[in-house]
C-alpha cells in the first residue's frame, strides 16, 4: 500500500476520535480543542495524499474510491456532530449531505459508463467553505467569530446548492446513460 492509500486510511481512522472529542466529555475543557486539531490534521491529510498521488504518479483506482469516500465521511461526521449539538438543523445538514449522495451516485454511473468526472470550481469553493465553516462552528469563538461562522454557516450551504447545479447541468448526459 503506497503512502497516499496510508494517509487515506488515516483519515478515516481519525473520524472516530473526532467525533469522541466533540461529543463527549472526554478531553474535558479541552475536548473541542482536541476535535478541532484532529479534524484540520485529517483535512490536511486530504490534501497531502493528493499531492503525493499526483506528484508521485502514485494514482490507485483504491486511492480514486476511497479519498472522496474519507472526505465526506469526515465532513459528514462533523456535521452531524454540529446536529446533535445544536449548532446547525438538520435540514441543512440534510441538504448538505443530499448533494454528496447525488454527486456520488452521477459519479458511480459516469464511471460504470467509463467517464471520469473532475471536479469543478464550484465544488472546490463548496468544499473550502464547508471546511473554513467546519473550524469557525468547533472553534465557536464567539464576537466577531460568531458573524464570520453564519456567513460561512450560509455561504457554504449556498455553495453547495450551486455546485449540484452546477454539476447536474454539466452532467445531465450521464443520466441518459441509464435504461
Known sequence: ???????????????????????????????????????????????????????????????????????KLLVCSALICFVEMGKLPAWMVIIIISREFIISGFRLIASD?????????????????????????IADLGGVFAVLEQIFIWLALILTVVSLVDYVIKNKNVLSMQN
Open 113 to 137: 459508463n467509463g467517464i471520469v468526472i473532475a471536479a469543478s470550481k464550484w465544488g472546490k469553493l463548496k468544499t473550502i467553505s464547508q471546511m473554513v465553516m467546519i473550524v469557525l462552528v
Open 1 to 71: 500500500m503506497n503512502l497516499p492509500n496510508k494517509l487515506t486510511i488515516l483519515r478515516v481512522i481519525m473520524i472516530p476520535f473526532f467525533v469522541l472529542f466533540m461529543l463527549s466529555s472526554f478531553g474535558g475543557d479541552a475536548g473541542k480543542w482536541i476535535a478541532l486539531v484532529i479534524f484540520v490534521a485529517a483535512s490536511l491529510t486530504d490534501t497531502l495524499d493528493g499531492y503525493i498521488a499526483r506528484r508521485d504518479h502514485l494514482v490507485t483506482d483504491f486511492g480514486k474510491f476511497m479519498d472522496p469516500l474519507a472526505d
